[in-house]
């Protein structure tokens, strides 16, 4: 748990813009915030150590990488982060050489390894879901054994309905929970028509992580995926329910939470210093 004073000297930049009153600090982070590292993938190639700062300047305490290892190894990876005086709970990677990246999730110093989403050749049938909940039981099981925990990554597409049943359904009913844990993107299940508040209730002991972003308002659901479903906007000026979702995570203890946002409409940086300070008011209230 971090305390009044480590909170206030890593977020100091952050908070300035948020005009919080020192008595809010009391109630506020419980947890670390961190970043999908997604977010920024615009200008991490370029600049590693920079971009990496500039999210620790924010306050943000965690980083989630994604597919992409930026082209060096999971030492050198590791480094930088810890330079940065961030941390690396968790890694994402791709399903078609999941298995093989395991290795480097160790290395990069992860806890938590999470399948980034599942092919569109699988994901075409329940019976498609069922083969994807299979292999998660085999990655999960793998890398229990080499001391990591397993998660999926949610989309929209999870959610398509094939004959009363979602492809989400298969994936929930057909995985171990002991072993398999969900790490719930709270944007794409609005944008699939869902409530994220409802399936956290429902789901809240097999959530692993939060991906929190927010979805613009007056804009049509879909479970496909494309522009037609790219509605992004920064947390806390959109739709979500923020305050319910953010006592569900507390309620449930989930430990992590990472701000992703896959396009933004000002510099990246900027919607993640718009999402913190929308946050900690909200963690502070």
């Avoid at 200008?43 to 924010?58: E, P, V």
């Avoid at 925990?149 to 009363?164: I, S, T």
């Avoid at 993107?185 to 699939?192: I, L």
């Avoid at 946002?261 to 919607?271: A, I």
Wanted: proline share 4%; net charge neutral; aromatic share 10%.
């Amino acid at each position: 748990m971090l305390t009044r004073r480590s909170f206030l000297g890593g977020a100091a930049a952050g908070l300035a813009a948020a005009a919080l009153e020192p008595t809010a600090f009391a109630k506020a982070v419980t947890r670390p915030l961190g970043v999908q590292l997604y977010t920024v993938r615009a200008i991490i190639q370029n600049d590693l150590s920079g971009t990496l700062a500039a999210i620790r300047k924010i306050g943000y305490q965690t980083v989630e990488t994604y597919v992409a290892e930026y082209k060096m190894s999971a030492s050198d990876l590791r480094q930088a982060i810890l330079d940065a005086g961030l941390t690396v709970p968790s890694a994402h990677f791709g399903y078609d050489d999941f298995e093989s990246r395991l290795d480097y999730a160790k290395e990069l110093g992860a806890q938590c390894v999470v399948c980034s989403s599942i092919p569109k050749t699988i994901a075409n049938s329940a019976d498609g879901y069922k083969r994807g909940a299979d292999q998660y039981n085999i990655w999960a099981a793998k890398a229990k054994s080499m001391g990591l925990k397993f998660g999926f990554h949610n989309h929209n597409v999870e959610f398509q309905d094939f004959g009363g049943v979602t492809g989400f359904d298969v994936l929930m009913k057909n995985t171990d929970p002991a072993l398999v844990q969900w790490q719930m993107d709270c944007y794409w299940v609005a944008q699939a028509g869902h409530d994220p508040v409802a399936l956290f209730r429902q789901y809240g002991k097999r959530i692993q992580s939060l991906h929190l972003k927010d979805r613009k308002p007056n804009v049509s659901t879909s479970v496909e995926t494309g522009p037609a479903s790219a509605h992004f906007t920064e947390v806390g000026n959109g739709t979500l329910d923020w305050p319910a979702i953010l006592r569900l995570a507390d309620k449930f203890h989930v430990p992590y939470m990472y701000v992703e946002q896959d396009q933004t409409d000002r510099p990246p940086l900027e919607s993640l210093q718009i999402s913190y300070t929308n946050l900690v008011k909200f963690l502070s209230a």
